[in-house]
């Protein structure tokens, strides 16, 4: 075998295998984050939604909450949302639901910003994060990947961190597990 047909053989073989390598490491890292949030307060927050009240961590004292953080530009966020919309609709009385949308702090289009919000239906609230709810949420360690969805307990504790695209059994299960 050539030295040129080795190397041909071995530079796909490598770059691979640092692809899932390092893919595999943010997976981890992102999976701490989440879970580092688990069992502790939720962070004191002020944010305004697009209806213009404004919320708080003192909002939601004593009721269940569920904080679903999506964006545009995310395929799992699209995926999900019929099941967040069905989660909606059977929320119960004493559960909170905001929906926390990333886009201003990644620089999406107005625009952009706007279609998405209009293709999902969600009748919830949804809180515009700015930087420095962003950044209240990266110095107590937790993690913004979209989506997300957190679990709040009536203390302000939160109970349960879903990544990724979520079925509504699994969350409808995660806002029964921390009773009311």
């Known amino acids: 075998m050539s030295r040129r047909t080795l190397i041909s053989l071995i530079v796909p073989l490598v770059l691979v295998a640092t692809y899932f390598g390092v893919t595999g490491y943010i997976r981890a890292k992102v999976t701490d984050l989440i879970q580092h949030a ?20 003192k909002d939601l004292a004593g009721k269940r909450a569920v904080l679903h953080f999506f964006r545009s530009h995310c395929h799992s966020c ?4 019929p099941a967040i919309r069905e989660l909606e609709q ?9 929906h926390v949308m990333t886009d201003v702090v990644l620089d999406v289009t107005p625009a952009t910003t706007e279609a998405t919000i209009a293709r ?21 360690k937790w993690a913004q990947v979209t989506p997300i969805t957190y679990i709040v307990d009536p203390k302000g504790v939160v109970r349960y961190g879903l990544r990724g695209r979520q079925e509504a059994a699994t969350v409808r299960d995660a806002i029964a597990a921390v009773g009311s």
């Open 38 to 57: 688990v069992d502790k307060p939720l962070p004191d927050f002020q944010l305004v939604d697009r209806n213009g009240k404004s919320w708080s961590k």
């Open 78 to 81: 699209d995926v999900e949302a």
């Open 90 to 98: 059977s929320k119960p009385d004493d559960v909170v639901w905001l």
């Open 120 to 140: 999902k239906k969600f009748t919830e609230p949804i809180l515009m994060a700015d930087v420095a709810f962003v950044e209240l949420f990266h110095k107590a």
